[in-house]
Each structure stands twice: as structure tokens, then as C-alpha cells.
Nanobody, 124 residues
Framework: QVQLVESGGGLVQAGGSLRLSCAASGRTLRRVTMGWFRQVPGNDREFVAG????????WYADSVKGRFTISADNAKNTLYLQMNSLKPEDTAVYYC?????????????????WGQGTQVTVSS
């Protein structure tokens, strides 16, 4: 069983930075797709960024392009999301997700495993 544990959320002022981490355990990460989503109360989960674990194909939502960077450390089985130039509208609970196949990273229903989420709050 795959387990995903996010960390790194917090409170930051607009223009600041945070780095989220997602530690994966329970399977070897090879032909998988991993992604970051975010959700605010009352809204659907929104795609933020995604990548294939091997090969490193990357995808970003238009709203975060140029500000956020998704990366991975194979040795640590850890996915990262570096968030720079944060805006109040980035405030949300951020989730890490894993699909055990190469797939479209933008659809939440393509992912089988989810972390518990970490809160990111950006003050104006």
C-alpha cells in the first residue's frame, strides 16, 4: 500500500516562498505519475503541477507557471513543490497524489493515492 506524507505548509506573506515535500513509501517509484493539487472549501480539487517519476515530463497549471517548480529526489522517494512569488489566491490545502501508471496528470480521478494535505496560507 502506498503512503504519501506531505509537509512544508505554513503561513507566509505575499511574495514569499515555501517548499512542500511529499515522502512516498510502500512501492518502488518507477512508471508512475505524481502530482500536486490544491483545494479551497467549496471548490473542487485543482491541478497545480505534475510529473512522471522517470523521464521527468512536467506539467503546470497556467496559474502557477513561472512561480512554482515540481521536482523529485529519486534516492529519497520524495516529491517537492517549490512555490515562489506566492499570492493570496494560492491559499489552499495542498495535496500530493500518485498514479501507478503514466497518465494525464491534470485529472484528479487518474490518481489512486493521496496524502493527507498540508495547509498553505498566503497573507496580503
Amino acid at each position: 500500500q502506498v503512503q504519501l506524507v506531505e509537509s512544508g505548509g505554513g503561513l507566509v506573506q505575499a511574495g514569499g516562498s515555501l517548499r512542500l515535500s511529499c515522502a512516498a513509501s510502500g512501492r518502488t517509484l518507477r512508471r508512475v505519475t505524481m502530482g500536486w493539487f490544491r483545494q479551497v472549501p467549496g471548490n473542487d480539487r485543482e491541478f497545480v503541477a505534475g510529473r512522471t517519476w522517470i523521464g521527468g515530463s512536467l506539467w503546470y497549471a497556467d496559474s502557477v507557471k513561472g512561480r512554482f517548480t515540481i521536482s523529485a529526489d529519486n534516492a529519497k522517494n520524495t516529491l517537492y513543490l517549490q512555490m515562489n512569488s506566492l499570492k493570496p489566491e494560492d491559499t489552499a490545502v495542498y495535496y500530493c497524489a500518485l498514479s501507478p501508471k503514466y497518465t494525464s496528470p491534470v485529472r484528479a480521478d487518474e490518481y489512486n493515492y493521496w496524502g493527507q494535505g498540508t495547509q498553505v496560507t498566503v497573507s496580503s
